[in-house]
């Protein structure tokens, strides 16, 4: 039986209950965003009692499935006012799915200024007050929960942004080395979990029963399938691959050379220190001074495009520099330097705020006079004003488009209030659309409408192809694999499907590719018919104004699909 742990924050209860009995055939993004339609009030205050904190597995989490471990991590946004799921790699999908764990749900709030642990065994789950942890950062807070409770457990946790309730606090979990680097970032659930008065989740896997798989020959056969896919592509092979070698950080020059890396607060679609802080010179660095690339960061993995940052003396630093953070801190904000980026990166993970959100957020600053774009130290400075929780800090820690009006700047790239993601929609068009109309802001996973060529800036088709992506996202969220794999697993070539079989053999269904595309369907209807209910109408799906009259150099074009097919998109 699959178990559904409600942990009630003012009554100090943890009770089990059979999730198939209330939400059949649900996991991941499809069990965060069913919780919250179903069990929150649209109209709620995102820090009031009324809201609560999901995190669940997904469908193949637990399994050996490779690369099947992400969580989603679901609430009503501080920061949009939406319903959000934020997804989040590191070590605890697996333990969760291991322990048959489906989803837990954080609900109420404690008595004012209480601040506690939860504890979650094979056999059972405590919250314990957790005084002695008040205001660590990431790093300190699980090297205390190591030592308390060993090496072997999975630690989801908020730095002091998240207990100060900042829009962009983030929520980390522990990656296999046991580093709080891997972040929920997008959305500010970790404010929600900081309402909630709760520090840190203490995952012990320990007598864990395992996942029972109803077929294992059909399992097997589909795992294989999937993971010969991976091994034998150039980009996903293990050791081997671009990924491998380069991360994520791989794109960075397809997207600079496209002309849509934004820059200078979005100003500019090419960076002229690309070559700073692109892959190459990210894998260069780490390979000389002896730190590593080639590193899991999340659990069965095997594409590894995480990596290890150290400094000159082959210190740790940071785990990992990413293409979305070294976009967001980086080509963004002006700033060329991998040193202050990987100091910048590692401050945001130990106080638990977005690099995304942080990155365009001192980008509109910038722009707004209070530090000059290229001024890596003034940023270092700015991200410690939001560790500090100061006047200043809590403007930027509240988010790009707060910032924004707190400044009076007028190019502010936010979609309902969430910052958009390295790939400028004026640009890349199909993810443009993706920005309008998800139903959590400007968010690139929901939808990843892009191929990085010439045909990105023709505005035709481009409604069709991010519906298409989003409905697949949908399902991809649902069973808990990774963004990356969908890069080279696709529907047209049996990709997918393999990914659906394994579903199939692991619960005994007989679901079709049409029944989980229509799956991936509902979760998108379940969380628009919550947004639309909270007040937001196809207004709200529209990017900003500059987008559709400035243009961006060097390609010189706007933001020109219509209103008209936007709004269409899953009328469809």
Known sequence: MRKLLRVDMAKGTCITEDVDKQYPNAGGRSLTSAIIAAEVNPHSHALGASNKIVIAPGLLSGTSCVNSGRLSIGAKSPLTGTIKESNVGGTAAL????????GIVIENLPAQGSLFSL??????????PADDLK????????????????DRVSIISIGPSGENRLSSATVAVTDPDGRPCRHAGRGGIGAVMGSKGLKAIIVDPADAPGVTIHDRAAFKNASKFLKNMLVESEYTAPKTGEYAKYGMNLIMD????????????????????????????LYNTIKERGGKYNHSGCSTCIIQCSNVYVDMEGKYVTSSLEYETLFALGSNCGIDDLDALAQMDRLCDDYG??????????????????????????????????GKCSPMGRILGSGTEVTGKAY??????VVKGQS????????????????????????????FAAVFSETDRDPKGKARMSRDSQNLMGFIDTIGICFAVTDVAKQDNGGVESMANMVNATYGWKKTMKDYIELGKNVLAMEKEFNEKAGFTAKDNRLPEFMRTEKVSPNNTVFDVSYDEIDEVFEQ
């Open 95 to 102: 333990y969760l799915g291991k322990m048959q764990i489906a």
């Open 119 to 128: 504890l979650v065994k094979t056999d059972g789950a405590e919250l314990m």
């Open 135 to 150: 205001g660590l950062g990431n790093y300190d807070l699980v090297e205390k929960l190591k030592e308390k409770y060993s």
């Open 254 to 281: 397809p997207v600079n050379d496209l002309g849509a890396l934004p820059s200078y607060n979005y100003r500019q679609g090419q960076f002229e220190g690309v070559s700073k802080i692109n892959g190459k010179a």
């Open 353 to 386: 705020i977005d690099t995304m959100e942080t990155g365009c957020a001192i980008a509109v600053a910038m722009e707004g006079g209070v530090k000059s774009f290229g001024d890596a130290n003034g940023a270092i400075e700015l991200i410690k004003e939001i």
């Open 408 to 413: 009076g700047v007028v190019r502010v790239p």
């Open 420 to 447: 958009m993601a390295g790939y400028d929609p004026r640009v890349i068009k199909g993810l443009g659309v993706t920005y309008a109309t998800s139903t959590m802001g400007a968010d690139h996973t929901a939808g």
